[in-house]
């Protein structure tokens, strides 16, 4: 019984020490549009979030030179959604850029609203994109489900030895059984660290330009 009792301390020093390097903890690839709103272009670099509920990132970079500041607004809303209060703006020069999160809550169609305006004018736009998730939940929950099954296995190992002395075979078989928990618990955890983020964002259409009503 005191190697079950260090297989499962080994399991669990497995899976409760930090890893040295997460998937999870890497920002996935963004997806960049270069888009003109009005006499400027600007690139946009969206990143999805690494777990949903999550921010969504847009990097914004001028591709011209331009003269003074201009000034930046976006937001990010359902397909389909009326336009939300515009958020305060970002001021950049033809040299500069930022980033901004935009919070959402699950996957779907979006909208990015792209919004300039400087000395040389203003420009709007939108920009359909898809965020997907795909299925990956049953490869976390094989963690606590392979332990829990370790530790039922040794409590009713010690139930049975206590009431009546076990066969050699049965004993191998109780260990086989442990070993092989403890193995699905680890290839899981190993595989919830190396599995690349499983939050997707796709253009799901093209930019479109807003023209301003003619006064």
């Given at each position: 019984?005191?190697?079950?009792?260090?297989?499962?301390?080994?399991?669990?020093?497995?899976?409760?020490?930090?890893?040295?390097?997460?998937?999870?903890?890497?920002?996935?690839?963004?997806?960049?549009?270069?888009?003109?709103?009005?006499?400027?272009?600007?690139?946009?670099?969206?990143?999805?979030?690494?777990?949903?509920?999550?921010?969504?990132?847009?990097?914004?970079?001028?591709?011209?030179?331009?003269?003074?500041?201009?000034?930046?607004?976006?937001?990010?809303?359902?397909i389909g959604a009326p336009s939300p209060t515009p958020p305060?703006?970002?001021?950049?020069?033809?040299?500069?850029?930022?980033?901004?999160?935009?919070?959402?809550?699950?996957?779907?169609?979006?909208?990015?609203?792209?919004?300039?305006?400087?000395?040389?004018?203003?420009?709007?736009?939108?920009?359909?994109?898809?965020?997907?998730?795909?299925?990956?939940?049953?490869?976390?929950?094989?963690?606590?489900?392979?332990?829990?099954?370790?530790?039922?296995?040794?409590?009713?190992?010690?139930?049975?030895?206590?009431?009546?002395?076990?066969?050699?075979?049965?004993?191998?078989?109780?260990?086989?059984?442990?070993?092989?928990?403890?193995?699905?618990?680890?290839?899981?955890?190993?595989?919830?660290?190396?599995?690349?983020?499983?939050?997707?964002?796709?253009?799901?259409?093209?930019?479109?330009?807003?023209?301003?009503?003619?006064?």
């Amino acid at each position: 019984m005191i190697k079950h009792f260090l297989l499962l301390v080994c399991v669990a020093v497995a899976l409760l020490a930090p890893p040295t390097a997460s998937a999870h903890g890497v920002q996935p690839a963004g997806t960049t549009v270069v888009q003109d709103l009005g006499p400027y272009t600007l690139a946009a670099t969206i990143s999805p979030p690494t777990a949903l509920p999550g921010p969504v990132s847009v990097q914004i970079a001028p591709q011209q030179s331009f003269s003074g500041l201009v000034s930046v607004t976006l937001w990010l809303v359902p397909i389909g959604a009326p336009s939300p209060t515009p958020p305060p703006a970002h001021v950049i020069s033809e040299q500069g850029s930022f980033v901004t999160q935009l919070p959402i809550t699950g996957p779907g169609d979006y909208e990015l609203g792209l919004q300039a305006s400087g000395q040389g004018g203003s420009g709007e736009a939108r920009v359909p994109v898809t965020v997907a998730q795909q299925p990956f939940g049953w490869v976390v929950a094989l963690i606590p489900a392979a332990l829990g099954a370790f530790v039922l296995i040794i409590g009713g190992a010690m139930v049975v030895r206590l009431r009546r002395r076990m066969s050699p075979r049965f004993n191998e078989l109780l260990t086989s059984s442990m070993a092989l928990c403890a193995l699905i618990a680890l290839v899981a955890f190993v595989a919830t660290q190396l599995i690349p983020a499983n939050v997707t964002l796709s253009l799901s259409g093209s930019p479109t330009s807003i023209v301003p009503p003619t006064p």
